[in-house]
């Protein structure tokens, strides 16, 4: 089956100068049905394959429910607000380590990429705790902090402030030495405002970047967490799915994974585009 | 080596005292291997109030060198920089700048852009008033709630040049704006920044490539040697406005200036491969 979703982006593409006198809203709105679009294709395919297997292969529902088994139990998690609890839980572990990720972590790439000093020091340090996985810390983690809400969020701490970091030195060193120097040109005293005025906003969608690939690695690593120490949140759920054997709610928390990192994620790339 | 230098009694009444002075400057840079590099050798030159001086000269010459530290963005080496009689100390609002890629703040509107340099001298109100006087004289009213992504490369000039402008800078340096343009928009932009400098009499100092477009502007044409630049030839244009390129006295003005560029541009191609040959 063609996909639909090309055609109407032809027009686009054409004539860009005319299409942005459509509002905002209205490019907004085709864009979503664009790119939800696929998704649900991805998914009914997913469940076709899934289904061609259970028919060829036979095997006992504990090990791999049925499609349409995964569906209600879906639905009866949802309707039930276990669901939507955890995923809750999780979500706002996440949004809150990020937070403390963005707080420190760009005004520290910022300090990276303006003083030779400062990038001599730190750099070596990020270098080498960059490849160590959040995953590696959960032990410490849980040594230090136990099973309670500040291990999590020191976990999703580490996931999340090297993107956050690494995205802000490149944006500030990336900025166009040219638009500093029109700033000049134009009054702004070499300071903060320089900073301010055009140093910051000229980095921002890079630090946008950095903003939105952190979310996705502390996403990633928050079920991780849960799924060793905790006793809410996503993880949880598939962590305590498995051990009464019900595969089905293994698959839900699953299925509810991707869900919200995809709608996470595309909510950044529309507030990205907006604002660059 | 002899320069040629004709000191012009320069016909204009109106101009008074010089705006800018340039008295021995020289400009020295060390490259990467601990080298010395001099880009400018005891250049001296007086621009007076309202003059539009066209700076030409074979790449190398230190033209560009010269408007950076004009600028302020840069400081001679020896010798000294004046402006109204006082020593440049950094970038200032009063000497504003057009540069070659545009410089427009891609995160911010047409009349935002043109409104940047309003901001701490006028109510915001005031500034929107300033900005669309400026966008409407270069013909981009229209465009004012556009993003600079959506202008073709002269309109974006077009923004830049009225930018510059709205602050209302007693000097406005032009580093190659239009070298980046195709030659039609290049000749649109020509006569409207003559028309505005015409209405608006503001000192301006242009750097270019292009003899025509010299010719074309300037009521001035400076021209550097090789490097080290120094002053070649310095000579008024007197032709009236508007110009025509296909004119003969047009053709005899280029004609002047093309050989004194040729015999430096021998000079920088000996040097080149003196260079090349040397180490």
Redesign the interface.
Known sequence: MPDKSDIPSLPDRIGFLSTSTVGHAGRASKTIAQKGGPYVLALIMVAVVWQVAIVALNPPSAILPSPSKVARTFIEELLSGELPINAWVSLSRVTIAWIISAVVGIPLGVLIARSRVAEKLIDPVIELFRPISPLAWIPLAILWFGIGESGKIFIIFIATFFPIVLNTVDGIKRVDPVLLRAGQTLGCSNGPELFFRVMLPAALPSILVGMRISFGTGWAAIIAAELVAANSGLGYLIADGMEILRSDLVMVGMIAIGIIGVLVDSIFKQLASRIA | MAIVEQVSQYPETSISEPAITINRVSKQFHDDEGGVIEALRSTSIDIKEGEFVVVVGPSGCGKSTLLNML???DSPSSGQIRVDGEPIN????Q???V?Q?Y??????TVIDNVM??L??THSKAAAREVAMKWLELVGLGEFAQ?HPL?LSGGMKQRVAIA??FA?DPKVILMDEPFGALDALTRRFLQQQLLKIWSEHRKTVVFITHSVQEAVYLANRVIIMTARPGQVKLDAPINLPHPRKVTSAEFRETETTIFEALDEEMAKTFSLDSADGFSD
């Open positions: 600028g302020g963005f950094g970038p200032h609002i000497r504003g700048m540069f890629d410089a427009l703040f891609p995160w911010l940047f340099g901001r701490k556009k959506h930018r510059t602050t």
